[in-house]
T-cell receptor
């Protein structure tokens, strides 16, 4: 069956360090993968999208890698700050119901806490 | 901040009541979605729409229904609320090409509690 696993439910890191979050998937062949940030009681906010033919994508302090052989994406936040504390979700697109449509399936997320 | 709105933000209601959760977006997106999320759990797609008069059920079975009469409006209705419907409901929209679904913009969510 299809499965998305994010490395841990919670990750604590010291301010200024690089946070690395992992997203592994099985039985998917996604055309692209996305990362979202979700704060408590709020809807997710889109951060980055990486396509299957891209190895790496950067946006300011964020970096995403995508290895379709390992079926894994890594999400890095460099020079982490307490304001980066949130839950980070990875999401994969996949063909849905044979209707020629593609939907996103989300992982459970990793709750990141950046300690001052 | 995304231009997608949900009302109410919080709703506590008794069993058996009919409820409608509102969702509107001003971005002109054709694609809209409803997700259900329990605390600490992943989002599950319950309904989606690719345009006016188009609605489909998602991968999580839901007793709710949706309608899409206008591009900007995608309400969700529960005819008879039950405690098992207690959850967070998130509405989203996206502007993808053809069948692909690009980044999604989410509303703030409605926290529903059925007593």
């Amino acid at each position: 069956s299809q499965k998305i696993e994010q490395n841990s439910e919670a990750l604590n890191i010291q301010e200024g360090k690089t946070a690395t979050l992992t997203c592994n998937y099985t039985n998917y062949s996604p055309a692209y993968l996305q990362w979202y940030r979700q704060d408590p009681g709020r809807g997710p906010v889109f951060l980055l999208l990486i396509r299957e033919n891209e190895k790496e994508k950067r946006k300011e302090r964020l970096k995403v890698t995508f290895d379709t052989t390992l079926k894994q994406s890594l999400f890095h936040i460099t020079a982490s700050q307490p304001a980066d504390s949130a839950t980070y979700l990875c999401a994969l697109d996949h063909a849905y119901s044979g209707a020629g449509s593609y939907q996103l399936t989300f992982g459970k997320g990793t709750k990141l806490s950046v300690i001052p | 901040e995304a231009d997608i709105y949900q009302t109410p933000r919080y709703l506590v209601i008794g069993t058996g009541k009919k409820i409608t959760l509102e969702c509107s977006q001003t971005m002109g997106h054709d694609k809209m979605y409803w997700y259900q999320q329990d605390p600490g759990m992943e989002l599950h797609l319950i309904h989606y729409s690719y345009g006016v008069n188009s609605t489909e059920k998602g991968d999580l079975s839901s007793e709710s229904t949706v309608s899409r009469i206008r591009t900007e409006h995608f309400p969700l209705t529960l005819e008879s609320a039950r405690p098992s419907h207690t959850s967070q409901y998130l509405c989203a929209s996206s502007d993808g090409q053809g069948s692909l679904s690009y980044e999604q913009y989410f509303g703030p969510g409605t926290r529903l509690t059925v007593t």
